[in-house]
C-alpha cells in the first residue's frame, strides 16, 4: 500500500522471551505475575484481572517488568493454534512481571502503535507464520528468531493510531454488551429461583410469606395453591409420558445417512437450544421403523447419562425427528402441564437438579432412567401460573438473545475492520472523510 512499508518486528520493538517461573523464592522479591492465561484470555490487560503472587530477582524485575503499552505474546502450547496470541498492557499496574512461556515485546512508540501491533499480530497472517515457525512434537514453541522475524505491514503512526482507536472503541463496545449479557444472565438465573419456588400472583407479584400464604412440602415451603406431584399425574394420556431412546442394534452408526431426518444426540442437545452441527440423520425407512421414538411439538428432550438435565422444549419444525439412546422425552397433558414451566424446572430449578443428583448417583454412576424420573417430585401450579412464569422467563430470554445477536454483529464487524484496516484495504483516512461527509 502506498506509504506503508513492511517491515521485521525486531526493527520496530525490543522482544524478551521471559523465564520467570510460578515458584516463590524467600531471597527474592514479591512481584504479581502475568501468566499465559492472562494473555491467552484478555485482549487487554488492566486492573481488574486476579494476578497469581509469584517472585522474581532485581534482574528479571528489570527485564521483565510490564508497563501500559507492552505488548506480550504466548510463545509455547500443545497445539500450534494456541501460540503467538497477543495482549497489551492497557494500564499501568505497579508490580507487575511477565511470567514464563511469554514472550515480552516492547514496541518503539515513533514507529509502531501497540495496540495497533496487538491487532496486527492477531491476524490470520501473522498466525499462520507462527503456527509454521513453532518447532516440537508435544509441546510447541516459538524460537525467538521467529518472533523477531515476523513481517509487519506498518502505515505512518498517525494512521496506525487511528486503525487502533476504531478497534479498541469497537472493543470497548464488544465489552459492554458481553457485561449486559453477564447481568442479565444473573437477573434470569435471581429470578428465576425465586419464581420457580414462589410463583407469580393473578397480579404480576411474586409471592412471599410476608405477603401470601405458603405450606409445607416434600421441597421445603411452597405457595398454598401448589401441588407437589410426579410428572406421572400431568403427563400426557395420549401416548407414554415417558419415552428413553433406542438402544443397541435398533439405532447405531451404521444407519447414519449424509441427509434425512435428524437425530438428536447429547452432542446436538445444548442448554434450551439444538446445535445443529451436531446432529446425525437417518433414512425416512430408518425414522419410521423407530417412531416409537419421534418427538412432538412440546416435548421435553433431556440428557440422562451426561450433564444430567440438560435440556430443551421442541419446537413445532422438529416435530418428527428421533432422540438417541442418551436422551429421554417427555410428553405432558397439555391442559395440565406448560412445557417450559417444566423444562426450566428441570433445566434450572436448584431444588429439582439436587433430587436429579442424588437419584442419578445411587447406582454408582450418572445414570437417569423412566423409574427414577418417575420419582422426581415438581412444584406444579395452575396453568395459567405456569404460563405466566414462562412469559416472564421468556421476556428476559428475548433480551438475551437480542443482546447475543448484537455481540455477534460487533464481533463479525471487528472481524471485517481488522481484515479491512489492517491490510490497507479500505484506508482509514477514507472511513473518517466518510464520516465527516456524513456529519
Known amino acids: 500500500m502506498k506509504n506503508w512499508d513492511v517491515k521485521k ?3 520496530l520493538a525490543d522482544i524478551r522471551v521471559s523465564n520467570v517461573d510460578k515458584k516463590i523464592y524467600p531471597s527474592e522479591r514479591p512481584v504479581k505475575l502475568c501468566n499465559y492465561m492472562d494473555v491467552y484470555t484478555n485482549e487487554y490487560i488492566d486492573g481488574s484481572i486476579q494476578f497469581m503472587e509469584g517472585s522474581a530477582n532485581d534482574a528479571e524485575i528489570e527485564r521483565f517488568g510490564l508497563n501500559i503499552g507492552d505488548v506480550i505474546i504466548t510463545k509455547d502450547s500443545e497445539t500450534p493454534d494456541d501460540i503467538g496470541i497477543p495482549t497489551v498492557i492497557h494500564e499501568q499496574i505497579d508490580n507487575l512481571v511477565c511470567g514464563y512461556h511469554l514472550a515480552l515485546i516492547r514496541p518503539d512508540n515513533e514507529k509502531i502503535d501497540s495496540i495497533f501491533l496487538s491487532k496486527y499480530l492477531s491476524t490470520s ?19 525467538i528468531g521467529a518472533i523477531e522475524s515476523v513481517e509487519i505491514l506498518t502505515p505512518p503512526i498517525k494512521e496506525q493510531t487511528q486503525i487502533a482507536t476504531i478497534l479498541s472503541t469497537i472493543d470497548r463496545a464488544i465489552e459492554q454488551t458481553e457485561a ?3 447481568k442479565q444472565q444473573r437477573i434470569k438465573t435471581g429470578l428465576m429461583q425465586d419464581l420457580l419456588t414462589k410463583g407469580i400472583d393473578e397480579n404480576g407479584n411474586i409471592r412471599s410469606e410476608e405477603t401470601h400464604e405458603f405450606k409445607d412440602s416434600p421441597l421445603g415451603r411452597i405457595p398454598v395453591e401448589w401441588e407437589v406431584a410426579t410428572i406421572a399425574k400431568f403427563g400426557s394420556k395420549d401416548r407414554s409420558y415417558l419415552r428413553t431412546g433406542p438402544f443397541g442394534s435398533d439405532l447405531n452408526t451404521k444407519h447414519w445417512v449424509e441427509e434425512g431426518i435428524p437425530v438428536l444426540t ?24 423407530l417412531k416409537a421414538f419421534r418427538v412432538e411439538s412440546g416435548d421435553i428432550v ?96 428475548e433480551k438475551i438473545v437480542i443482546l447475543k445477536n448484537q455481540l455477534v454483529n460487533q464481533i463479525n464487524c471487528k472481524t471485517g475492520l481488522m481484515q479491512d484496516l489492517l491490510t490497507g484495504k479500505v484506508r482509514v483516512t477514507d472511513l473518517l472523510n466518510q464520516n465527516t461527509a456524513a456529519n
Open 9 to 11: 518486528l525486531r526493527d
Open 125 to 143: 497472517r501473522v498466525a499462520n507464520y507462527f503456527a509454521l515457525h513453532a518447532s516440537g512434537s508435544t509441546r510447541f514453541g516459538l524460537p
Open 180 to 182: 449486559l449479557i453477564t
Open 266 to 289: 447429547i452432542g446436538a442437545l445444548g442448554e434450551g437450544e439444538i446445535i445443529k452441527e451436531e446432529l446425525f440423520y437417518v433414512s425416512k425407512t430408518t425414522a419410521n421403523n
Open 302 to 397: 433431556f440428557s440422562r447419562v451426561a450433564d444430567i438435565g440438560r435440556s430443551l422444549v421442541i419446537q413445532d419444525e422438529q416435530t418428527g425427528w428421533i432422540i438417541s439412546s442418551n436422551l429421554m422425552r417427555i410428553a405432558l397433558d397439555k391442559q395440565k402441564g406448560n412445557p417450559s414451566f417444566l423444562y426450566q424446572n428441570i433445566a434450572f430449578n436448584s431444588i429439582i437438579r439436587a433430587q436429579l443428583r442424588v437419584s442419578s448417583n445411587s447406582g454408582g454412576r450418572d445414570l437417569v432412567n423412566g423409574s427414577i424420573l418417575s420419582s422426581i417430585l415438581f412444584p406444579w401450579p395452575s396453568l395459567d401460573e405456569q404460563k405466566r412464569v414462562n412469559a416472564i422467563m421468556q421476556r428476559i430470554e
